[in-house]
């Protein structure tokens, strides 16, 4: 079993930065897949940024050269750097590890942009 804990979410004015962070936390284990998803209200979740245990890396084309996403402490941690945020970006964020083919979800954390 893998425990995920999120921190980071809060409320921004448009043009700010915030960074998000994932931490995983189990019985010993190997991460693959890591990513974050966002969820905003009405709309369906959908991938942000994802990174391989290789470190390669897939954004959403919304956040392309103002997200980055990246892993530390040997695939336990997950972050998401955020900057010029905008309204749009405006929703629930969830990490989601994969670990032995097997998806793990935090509990999500609430991003909110103010224009």
């Known amino acids: 079993q893998v425990q995920l804990v999120e921190s980071g979410g809060g409320l921004v004015q448009a043009g700010g930065s915030l960074r998000l962070s994932c931490a995983a936390s189990g019985r010993s284990f190997s991460t693959s897949h890591m990513g974050w998803y966002r969820q905003a209200p009405g709309k369906q979740r959908e991938l942000v940024a994802s990174?391989?245990?290789?470190?390669?890396?897939n954004y959403a084309d919304s956040v392309k050269g103002r997200f980055t996403v990246s892993r530390g402490n040997a695939g336990k941690t997950v972050s998401l750097q955020m900057n010029s945020l905008k309204p749009e970006d405006t929703a629930v964020y969830y990490c989601?590890?994969?670990?032995?083919?097997?998806?793990?979800w935090g509990q999500g954390t609430q991003v909110t942009v103010s224009s």
């Open positions: 990174i391989s245990s290789g470190g390669s890396t």
């Open positions: 989601k590890v994969v670990v032995s083919s097997r998806a793990y």
